[in-house]
């Protein structure tokens, strides 16, 4: 229901002493009856300007005339903005903002953790490889949302390969919150993304390596430490390629007999610590300086990718292997060895134990194949 007692007035508070009178806004909202009387909330708002009272010579009527409008275009504007917050109307003022701006305002406002603060980085990253920069509020409509959908579709990550759907889903859904905050502000008429359909995630089963792969992998020889030792490493630590690659001698910890590997993870901003197995150690080599990298000149591209697929290859190996797989490869393992899924979680440093479960199925579906090769004793 419209509130019919809300307005603005532009009004002169005198000061005779100075003979000035200053510019002060007054608001009126949610009127209210109490006893049969109407009583009316007010709030005051100075604007910062002045005119002379009874001004004398022409200096004095100038400086009047050109506050006086100053004054007057500020009140307009005032008036327009609280108007259309009061009547949940479409602000054109506030829609002059810049949209990217005021993405990133939001993101901020919901005090996020790292993890999540990164994933709206990253889909502000996209938009502006989209559209650039420079568009408004104002700017924004169902084409523009639509087909940055289909740009995201089309998007490649730097080692070339293109986005994983859910990836897609990630960076569009932040979107999709934007605009809808938008809509509730009535900064935009209607809510863009809410007819737009995301993508059907993948269901493509993930690789990973059994320990006769991986055999086969540590006794196939191959010229880069950064590939062969380095993979071996995350299928036999779990690491993530991003953390491995600025993994220092210092995230090494020797606490009495128990060695360790400690560091903070870059995609939750969580510590972790990762104890070393016998086989993980041979893969870091000999020790050097605390500050040096233990896999010197490791870096995430698309060449990487196809020494690792040539590698599994020479090894005879067909599934098609990325560096995370390796990831993969130790989680499975680790849980069809001990079937604990508790422990399986804290060493991934998992924060959801939905996001440990597909490697339980994984296993599973081991299970079930061993199951199939027994061999048959009833007719």
Not at 256 to 281: M, R, S
Not at 327 to 355: I, V
Request: with cysteine; charged share 30%.
């Amino acid at each position: 229901m419209y509130n019919i007692m809300a307005k603005v007035s532009l009004r002169i508070e005198k000061k005779p002493k100075t003979r000035k009178g200053h510019f002060y806004l007054e608001y009126y909202y949610n009127s209210k009856m109490i006893n049969g009387i109407q009583r009316v909330n007010r709030k005051k708002e100075s604007i910062g300007m002045w005119i002379y009272l009874n001004p004398k010579g022409n200096k004095e009527k100038d400086h009047n005339k050109k506050y006086k409008n100053f004054a007057e275009s500020i009140f307009r504007e005032k008036e327009y903005d609280f108007m259309t917050s009061i009547h949940k109307l479409p602000n054109k003022n506030k829609g002059n903002q810049n949209f990217l701006e005021y993405f990133l305002d939001f993101a901020k406002k919901k005090n996020l953790s790292n993890k999540g603060l990164k994933a709206y980085t990253l889909t502000l990253n996209y938009l502006i490889k989209y559209k650039g920069k420079g568009l408004t509020i104002n700017d924004i409509d169902y084409a523009y949302c639509r087909d940055f959908l289909s740009y995201l579709l089309n998007s490649t990550k730097t080692n070339g390969e293109k986005l994983s759907t859910s990836s897609v889903v990630a960076y569009f859904n932040k979107l999709r919150l934007i605009i809808k905050e938008l809509n509730k502000e009535g900064l935009v008429l209607v809510d863009y993304c809410k007819d737009i359909k995301n993508p059907k995630l993948d269901t493509k089963p993930r690789v990973w390596l059994t320990q006769d792969e991986i055999i086969l992998l540590v006794n196939t020889p191959y010229q880069l430490r950064n590939i062969k030792e380095l993979f071996l490493f995350m299928c036999f630590t779990s690491i993530r390629h991003i953390d491995v690659i600025n993994l220092k001698w210092k995230n090494v910890v020797k606490d009495g007999d128990n060695e360790f590997i400690k560091f903070k993870q870059q995609k939750t901003g969580g510590y972790l610590v990762i104890p070393l197995t016998e086989d993980a150690k041979k893969m870091m080599g000999e020790r050097k300086g605390d500050e040096d990298l233990i896999f010197n000149g490791a870096k995430y591209s698309a060449n990487n990718n196809e020494h690792l697929k040539k590698w599994g290859l020479l090894a005879g190996i067909k599934k098609k292997l990325t560096f995370h797989t390796g990831r993969h490869t130790f989680a499975t393992n680790l849980y069809l060895q001990t079937k604990d899924a508790k422990a399986t979680s804290k060493w991934l440093g998992h924060t959801s134990a939905k996001s440990t479960e597909v490697y339980i199925h994984l296993a599973e579906q081991v299970l079930f194949e061993k199951a199939k090769q027994i061999k048959q004793i009833v007719d």
